[in-house]
């Protein structure tokens, strides 16, 4: 009996918390599937053995038109992502994942009212988490770091950094007082 409920608890696990997120080659892979701005809600809903909650918002406008950029965003909060699409690039997926609370709730409310991602999360094979430092993403392969440094209340860290891989720019925040990497957004342009 003890035996069959191990086996019970370690599928039930595996099917909640086992999500993994690849983004290689400009391409984002959810459980070794590919994904993009095309994959429709219940599908991602399926691949996450989740129900998302979508929402639509108007934004800026389209370059040289008078006609608005629609956006859908589907947040998964039980598992700590957030997915992001538009009319305007139709094929374009962003992915928001949250790897750490941060320690001024204010910042997650803005950046990612989510609980925390418990899967993994790989960039060009780059395993990431919430314990990776800047010296240490400065050694991934195959892309090139900046960041920005800040002080405020005698507290100096780094707040924010870009991470290009290939030719796409993904944004990683950090807790302004602990310096843990707190979130990061793939595929996030200037629009969204």
Known sequence: MRFLLIIVLFHFSNHIFGQRIDFKKDSLFINSFYVNGRTSKSTLDSLLNDKGKEKSITGKQRPGTQAAISWIRITYSRL???????????????????????????????????????????????????????DQLQTMQNC??????????????????????????IRALFDFQTNELTCIFIGYSKSY
């Not at 094929?91 to 609370?101: G, M, Q, S, Y």
């Not at 770091?145 to 800040?150: A, D, F, L, M, R």
């Open 80 to 134: 700590g992502l957030i997915f992001t699409k538009n009319d305007y690039e139709p094929n374009d997926l962003a992915v928001a994942v949250k790897l750490h609370k941060n320690t001024n709730t204010g910042v997650d409310w803005n950046n990612m009212p989510t609980k925390i991602f418990s899967g993994g999360l790989y960039i060009e094979d780059n395993y990431m988490n919430n314990k990776r430092t800047i």
């Open 144 to 169: 090139k770091i900046s960041y920005q440094e800040s002080s405020f209340a005698g507290h100096t860290g780094i707040i924010q950094c870009n991470i290009v891989c290939l030719d796409s720019d």
